[in-house]
C-alpha cells in the first residue's frame, strides 16, 4: 500500500552535487522543497573524523561511500551478441550512495570544457567536412554553447573554493594558464595549489618541449576560503585521501562542506535520506509528472505529490529512472528508434609509469587536485587531418595519493609476489611517478544503456544493462596522445617508462573512471535528445534530468565542473521562466 | 512589517487574555521580542524543537536540578494571570508571583540592572505567544536546596538589587554595553567567578568561571587571559557569527550563539565590546615552562601527529574554521578543564547564518592516555609565547572518569 504524502513544490532525486544545487536554487526562489537521497546522511563533522577518515582498507578497498552490488547494480556485456550478467562487484567505475553523492568522493580535478566541446558536430563539419565524420560516431552538439554556460562555470567554481591559474582572462592570454581554454570572466577564486615534485619535473620537461604546462585546477582548497553561501573551506593538507574519501578538513570542495550547511538552515527544506526514489509518478497523459514513489528503509512505499520534479540522481541512475517511469522511448541499435540509454559514453584512459633510480617523490604527499597538465592535444587543439581518430586527452602529472595498499609499482619482470616483490616495492615507492592521460570518449550506435529482459532489482524491477566496449576512433585517439605522454615521460629522465594504452575489449573488472555520461542528452530538437538546452525533459515539461547523462559525448577532462555548470544554468532557467511561465522552455 | 499586521497584532491582543498589555503598541513588543532575545530567555525556558518560552528545560546546578517554568499567557500554568508588578519583581528582585524567594540559576542578579520599560516590553511580546498549558515543578532540588527561605540569606550577601546607574565619565556606546552586558545578556553568570555558595566573588568580575564541564574564560580587556587582543569587531564577529580568526564558540556559548548574540544588534555587540576590553583584571602570567621539558618534548610531537594539521604548526589555526590556540582564554584558563575535555570528548563549533559551517573537532579520548593528554595539555598551554599552569596526569584521570559518568 503507497502512502501519499502532501505536495510539495519541487521534488529532487538525489543529494549529490546536483540536486544540492538544484535544492538551493529552488529554496532560495522560496519554494517548498523536498530532496532524496537513497543513502545515508553524511557531514563532515559527523561522518568524515580526521582521527581516523584516512583509512585506505575502509574507504578505498571496501568503498563505504558506494553503493553496493546489493543494493544496486547493472547487467554488462560488451556487445549486443553477448549475454549480459550482473556486476557482482563494482569495478570499473563506483557509483556513490549517500548524502554528497560523488559529489563526496571525488578527487578534485575541476575542469571547464572547451567552446568546440559544445559545438562538436558543427565545428568538425566545420575544419574537416560532414564526409571526415565517421557515420558510426554519434557525436553531437550539446544545444548550449560555452559562452552560454560560461557565468555558471564561474559560479559552480566560486562556490567549490577552486584554486588554478587562468589562461584566457578576458580574452586575454595569461602566462602560466591554459592557453587553450575558453574564456573566463573572471580569475579562479583561489591560486594553484603550491607543487609538489613529479608536477614540477613534468612541467620543466614538457616545456622543455615546447609545451605550455599549467597547473591543473583544483578543488581541493589551496587556502581558507568562504564562499558565497557563507560556508568555509580549509586549506588542504595533502594527506592524499580524496578519491573515494571523505575529507576531514573542509578541503576538498563537497556538497556537505560546500553547500549543506547552508541549504539544511532553510526552512523550506527538506532532505529524506536513505529514500530511494523507484520511479516518477506520471498522470494518465504521460506528459505530466506528479510526484515521485519512493520506498524507505523499512520497504514502505510512499507517494510524494510535487509541481516539480528534478532528477539528480547521477548519469546512470537518472536514465534507469526514466525507464522506469516509462518516459520516453527506450533506444534500440538495431533500428536506431528510440532517444533513453542513447548516447552513453564514458573517459578513455591511459597512463604511463616513470622509475628513476635516484629520485624522491613522497608520493603520499598529494591532493586529487594537485599537478600540472599540458592541452596541446586535447580535444580538437591540434589537427586532426589524416589521424584517422576524432578527441584527445589532457596529459597531467596528478599525483592523488601514495596509498600504501594500493600504491605499489614495480618494473615489468618483477614477481606478484614474494620477497622480491616485497623488495622491488621498497626500491621504487618513493622513485616512482606516472602521467596519465585522460581522454574523450564518444558514442557509437553500439554503445547504449537498455533495460535488461532478465535480471531484476531488489525492488522487482528490471535492472539497467549496459553494452560498452571502446570505439575505435577512441582507442587509436589514446594510442596517439599515450604516444606523446611517453615523450614528455623520457624527457623527464627516468630510467625505465612503461605506456600502457587501454587496447580493449573494455574490462568492467579494474577501476578506470567514474565518468559515465549520456542516455538522456541534451540538444536543440527532440528529434535526437531527451532534453531540451535547459535539461528540460522535451516529453515532460515539469521534469529535468540533470548530470552527466546530458552530455551528447564525454570530453577529455572530468566532468564535475561541467555537471556543477549545467545544473546551475537550468536552475538559473527555472527560476527565471519557467517559475514566470510553467511549461516547454524551447517550442519544439 | 506592514500597517495592516500590526492592527491584526494588536488586535490579537485585545482579544488575548492579559488586560495589561491590551493597550502595549506594537513597536514595544517588537523592542520586547528583541530584548527577549538579548536575555537569552529561550535557552532555559523553551525546551529543543518545543513551543516557545512553554519551559521545562532543565537546569543543572551544583545543588541540583531546577526546572525552567512557562512563560505563556495561559492563565494558570504560565504568566497569564500574573501583574506587571508582579512580573517586574521576579526579574528585578528574584520574588516570584507568590512572594516565594527565586533561585539564582535565573540570574534576577543581572536582570535587577534592566529597566522598568524595557522589562514591560518584554513582557508585552510574552503577552504575544500562543498560550501553552504546561504545569512546570521548578524547584526540584534535594533537601536542604529545595528550602526557599534559605534564599533570603544568600540574597543578603551576594545580592545587589537596584537598575543600571550609567557612568557619566563613560561614553554613551560604555554604557551601553555596560547595561546590556551587566544586565539581560547576563554575561556575569557564567564568566563571574564563584564562590561555594555560587555568589559572585568580590575580585572576579568577568574573570571567568567554571560551570558544567566548561571554563567561562576570562572576558576583561587582559592581553593574557582576556580579550585585549581581539579588536571591538572581532569580538561582535565572535558574537554575530561564532567565530573570528581567534576562536570558535563551542559548549554552553555555542547556545548563547545561537539563541541569542547572532540576532543582536550590531552596534549593541560593538557597545558590549567596548565595555569588556575595558573591564581591566590583573591576571598573572606564570613563568613559562621550559622547552626541554620532558612533557614539554613530548607534548611537541603528539601536536604535531595530532593536531597541527587543522590548528597548525604555529597553533594560529585557520581563521573561522579551527581556532587559534596561541593566545587562546579557553587554552590559558588557569583551570585547564576546557582544553582537557576538548581533547579528550572533541567539540562542535556553532553554526550560524552568517557562518553555516559548523566545524568540528573530534575525540583523541579513544587514543590518547592520560599522561598524553596531560603532556599535549601542557605543551599546548607552554608554547608559541602561552604560559600557564602544567596538567598532570591526575588531573586528566579525573576528568575522564567525571565524563565518561555524564550521558
Known sequence: ?588 | MNKAAVTAMCGALILSPLADAANTFFPDIEKGRYLTTVGDCAACHTVENGPSMAGGRAIETPFGKLVAPNLTPDRETGIGAWTDDQFVRALQQGIGHEGEYLYGAFPYTAYTKVKRDDLLAIRAYLATLPPVHNKVVANQLPFPFNIRTSLMGWNMMFFTPGEFQPDPAKTEKWNRGAYLAEGLAHCGTCHNSKNFLGGDTSDGHLKGYTLQGWVAPAITGDDYRGIGLWSEEEIAEYLKTGRNRHAAASGPMAEVVTNSTQFMENTDLLAIADYLKDQKSDLQRPPKLDAQDPRMVAGKALYTDNCSACHMSNGEGVAKLFPSLKNSGSVLAEDPTTVIRVILQGAQAVATDAAPTGPSMPSFGWRLDDTQVAALATYLRNTWGNAAEEVSTATVKTQRMDLASKP
Open chain 1, 1 to 588: 500500500m503507497i502512502k501519499k504524502l502532501p505536495k510539495k513544490d519541487v521534488a529532487i532525486v538525489g543529494l549529490g552535487w546536483c540536486g544540492s544545487i538544484m535544492a538551493i536554487e529552488m529554496a532560495e526562489a522560496g519554494l517548498d522543497v523536498i530532496a532524496f537521497e537513497r543513502g545515508p546522511w553524511r557531514d563532515t563533522a559527523t561522518d568524515f573524523n580526521i582521527g581516523y577518515v584516512q583509512d585506505e582498507l575502509r574507504y578505498v578497498i571496501q568503498q563505504e561511500l558506494m553503493i553496493t552490488a546489493a543494493e544496486d547494480t547493472y547487467t554488462f556485456r560488451n556487445a549486443a551478441h553477448q549475454t549480459a550478467l550482473p556486476i557482482r562487484e563494482y569495478g570499473s567505475f563506483l557509483l556513490g550512495t549517500g548524502v554528497g553523492g560523488s559529489g563526496a568522493h571525488w578527487s578534485g580535478l575541476t575542469w571547464r570544457y572547451n567552446p568546440t566541446d559544445f559545438q562538436l558536430r558543427s565545428h568538425l563539419t566545420e575544419r574537416y567536412g560532414a564526409h571526415s565524420i565517421p557515420k558510426d560516431l554519434l557525436i553531437r552538439d550539446w544545444g548550449v554553447t560555452y559562452s552560454e554556460l560560461e557565468p555558471y562555470y564561474d559560479k559552480f567554481e566560486k562556490m567549490a573554493g577552486i584554486g588554478g591559474k587562468a589562461g584566457i582572462l578576458n580574452g586575454v592570454y595569461q602566462e602560466g594558464g591554459n592557453p587553450f581554454e575558453g574564456n573566463r570572466s573572471s580569475e579562479f577564486p583561489l591560486p594553484p595549489m603550491p607543487m609538489t615534485y613529479a608536477p614540477t619535473l613534468f612541467a620543466e620537461a614538457a616545456k622543455n618541449l615546447g609545451m605550455r604546462p599549467f597547473p591543473t585546477p583544483s578543488g581541493n582548497a589551496s587556502a581558507v576560503y568562504t564562499n558565497p553561501y557563507g560556508v568555509t573551506m580549509g586549506p588542504c593538507t595533502y594527506c592524499g585521501y580524496c578519491s573515494r574519501c571523505g575529507c576531514a578538513n573542509y578541503s576538498k570542495a563537497t556538497p556537505q562542506t560546500n553547500i549543506i550547511p547552508a541549504l539544511m538552515r532553510k526552512p523550506n527544506f527538506t532532505a529524506q535520506v536513505q529514500s530511494e526514489v523507484l520511479r516518477v509518478q506520471m498522470d494518465a497523459s504521460g506528459k505530466r509528472a506528479t510526484g515521485v514513489i519512493y520506498v524507505d528503509s523499512t520497504g514502505q512505499q510512499y507517494e510524494q505529490p510535487a509541481d516539480l520534479v528534478i532528477l539528480t540522481a547521477f548519469s546512470v541512475p537518472n536514465v534507469r529512472l526514466l525507464f522506469a517511469s516509462g518516459i520516453g522511448q527506450a533506444y534500440d541499435p538495431v533500428t536506431e528508434k528510440g532517444l533513453i540509454g542513447k548516447n552513453y559514453a564514458y573517459q578513455t584512459n591511459s597512463s604511463v609509469q616513470l622509475f628513476f633510480n635516484n629520485k624522491n617523490f613522497n608520493p603520499f604527499i598529494a591532493g586529487g587536485g594537485v599537478g600540472q597538465a599540458c592541452d596541446e592535444f586535447n580535444g580538437d587543439n591540434f589537427d586532426h587531418s589524416g589521424l584517422g581518430f576524432f578527441g584527445g586527452a589532457c596529459i597531467m602529472s596528478n599525483v592523488t595519493s601514495g596509498w600504501p595498499i594500493s600504491n605499489r609499482m614495480t618494473p615489468p619482470g618483477t614477481p606478484r609476489w614474494g620477497k622480491k616483490w616485497k623488495q622491488a616495492t621498497k626500491d621504487n615507492y618513493l622513485s616512482t611517478t606516472v602521467v596519465r592521460t585522460q581522454g574523450s570518449s564518444y558514442p557509437t550506435r553500439a554503445n547504449y544503456l537498455g533495460v535488461d529482459p532478465t535480471y531484476k532489482d531488489r525492488h522487482g524491477r528490471n535492472m539497467m544493462q549496459l553494452t560498452f566496449d571502446f570505439p575505435e576512433n577512441d582507442l587509436r585517439m589514446s594510442a596517439f596522445v599515450t604516444d606523446k605522454a611517453a615523450e614528455v615521460a623520457r624527457a623527464m629522465g627516468p630510467k625505465q617508462i612503461v605506456a600502457k594504452a587501454p587496447k580493449g575489449p573494455y574490462n568492467i573488472v579494474p577501476f578506470q573512471s567514474t565518468h559515465n555520461t549520456g542516455g538522456a542528452i541534451m540538444g536543440d530538437n527532440p528529434r535526437d535528445s531527451v532534453v531540451n538546452k535547459y535539461l528540460q525533459c522535451w516529453d515532460v515539461p515539469n521534469l529535468f534530468v540533470i548530470g552527466g547523462s546530458a552530455f551528447p559525448q564525454n570530453a577529455g577532462y572530468n566532468p564535475t565542473a561541467t555537471v556543477g555548470a549545467l545544473a546551475y544554468w537550468a536552475a538559473n532557467a527555472i527560476r527565471n521562466q519557467y517559475l514566470k511561465k510553467p511549461g516547454p522552455l524551447v517550442q519544439a
